[in-house]
């Protein structure tokens, strides 16, 4: 399998199943295109004539073929026979979102948590389930060394002290058990202070600051339970805890709605103000709601990440550059085969606890009575559902099948196929045509990096 795409006079090819990305002048373009179309040598030949001199076209084609017997056009699929035995293999836990706080001081519209609540009610998770989450994690962790811990809420800051106290202990039980503990943090910056700012650089691996880009964007879905905005509060916060951070992980994310459909201008708000690592993402919410995304926005997103890959691109070129989460993919190595085909792993080797303890497949699902999948004191008891989880992968999923950039985002989420169509193994589509769209900016903003090198 093949995709092919223009941006901005460059022919690129995906060969799919290799990951090979080419490069390629007019002729070989075309060439390919009809090849992929099963037309013989002589039909492009008939085809082409009239553009091409026919020593041109001799040339494209031994050289598509040496391509191709290297491996890096028109390979097979070697993944599909494999991916039955990713069923089979051992289920280990690698990774917590621990929902330390059920409340939330900001009342951000789009929230799919109900201002940290989970339709429940509000609650903050003690030390004991806190602790309990950690002795978990490294019971069913198996032979695994490094383990992943993320603190979410709600506004994880509102229960700052078992964030710490939790932290110190995870660290002292990381000799014992050959444990390497990794902890993240979100937070809307509301609480933030020069003692939870030094904590957190000298402690978490990486933080997610949330904040939507401009500042009229970022009051109008973010405000504060007085209504009044949040951008003055936690901007100069946000700013003073990256230039503390100096080196290490951050990003700042956003998400845009049907109200900011320019959503390039907050992330080049954002770049603006001294933020280099940088994450908007499309909101995912039921067509009613007034700033869901719908169908017919979609051709204007599509044309705005391209606009934001060229404006990208030149700035790197003039040393201003800036990293773009979902512009950020690995063309050499990349995630391993399993991630690949399987995603973030949801629901066996990913999971996220309540307040109280109960287990779910992630932070999205949780509050679903449907999807708790046990507690800390049980384990996990609905072992049809994590089967379930474990067995989803692009091969599950049909649409996902024919689909060219099913390695890339490896089947989408599953909470958004779950909320659009009640079922894990389908697509949300509007979401496909947003990554795939992604894919190719990030795959065409590398090309202009080796073309200037």
Same mark, same amino acid.
């Given at each position: ?180 503990? #990794? ?37 109008? /879905? #973010? ?21 503390? #951070? ?65 404006? /990208? ?116 589509? /509007? ?6 769209? #992604? ?15």
């Amino acid at each position: 399998m093949i995709h092919q795409y223009k941006m901005n006079g460059m022919n690129l090819v995906i060969d799919v199943n290799s990951g090979a990305i080419h490069l390629f002048d007019a002729c070989s373009y075309e060439y390919i295109e009809l090849l992929n179309q099963e037309c013989s040598h002589e039909q492009i030949m008939q085809q082409l004539k009239n553009t091409y001199p026919e020593a041109d076209l001799l040339e494209v084609k031994n050289e598509i073929q040496t391509l191709i017997d290297e491996k890096v056009l028109f390979t097979q699929d070697e993944y599909q026979k494999v991916v039955d035995t990713f069923g089979e293999r051992e289920t280990v836990v690698k990774a917590l979102c621990l929902h330390v706080a059920h409340d939330c001081n900001l009342a951000c519209q789009y929230c799919f948590a109900e201002e940290g609540e989970y339709h429940g009610d509000r609650s903050i998770m003690s030390l004991d389930v806190a602790k309990k989450s950690i002795d978990y994690l490294i019971a069913n962790s198996g032979q695994r060394k490094n383990l992943e811990v993320d603190f979410f809420g709600g506004e994880p800051l509102m229960n700052f002290d078992v964030v710490k106290e939790t932290v110190y202990y995870a660290k002292k039980l990381e000799e014992a058990n050959n444990k390497k503990f #990794r902890f993240t943090i979100t937070t809307n910056g509301v609480l933030l202070d020069q003692d939870k700012m030094d904590f957190i650089n000298e402690h978490m691996y990486n933080v997610v600051l949330s904040c939507d880009g401009r500042k009229e964007v970022h009051d109008y /879905m #973010r405000p504060a339970s007085n209504k009044k905005g949040s951008y003055d509060l936690v901007i100069p916060k946000f700013k003073e805890l990256v230039k503390q #951070r100096g080196e290490k992980s951050y990003y700042i994310r956003g998400t845009f709605t049907h109200h900011n459909l320019d959503f390039a201008e907050d992330v080049l708000h954002m770049a603006n103000e001294g933020f280099k690592e940088i994450s908007v993402e499309p909101v995912v919410a039921p067509l009613e709601e007034s700033y869901a995304i719908q169908k017919e926005d979609i051709a204007q997103l599509l044309k705005e990440y391209e606009r934001l890959a060229d404006i /990208m691109a030149e700035r790197k070129q003039e040393n201003k550059g800036f990293n773009f989460f979902h512009f950020m993919i690995d063309l050499t190595g990349g995630p391993c085969v399993a991630k690949r085909l399987t995603g973030c792993g949801a629901g066996f080797e990913y999971l996220a606890v309540t307040p109280q303890g109960d287990l779910y497949p992630c932070h999205q699902f949780v509050g679903m009575d449907q999807f708790k999948m046990g507690d800390l004191d049980t384990g996990l008891v609905n072992l049809r559902m994590q089967k379930e989880f474990k067995g989803c992968n692009v091969y599950s999923k049909k649409a996902c099948q024919s689909c060219w950039a099913k390695f890339y985002c490896s089947g989408g989420c599953s909470a958004n196929a779950y909320n659009f169509h009640g079922s894990i193994t389908e697509a949300y589509e /509007m979401g496909c045509e947003l990554e795939k769209k #992604r894919v190719e900016c990030a795959i065409y903003m590398r090309a202009c990096e080796l073309v200037a090198e």
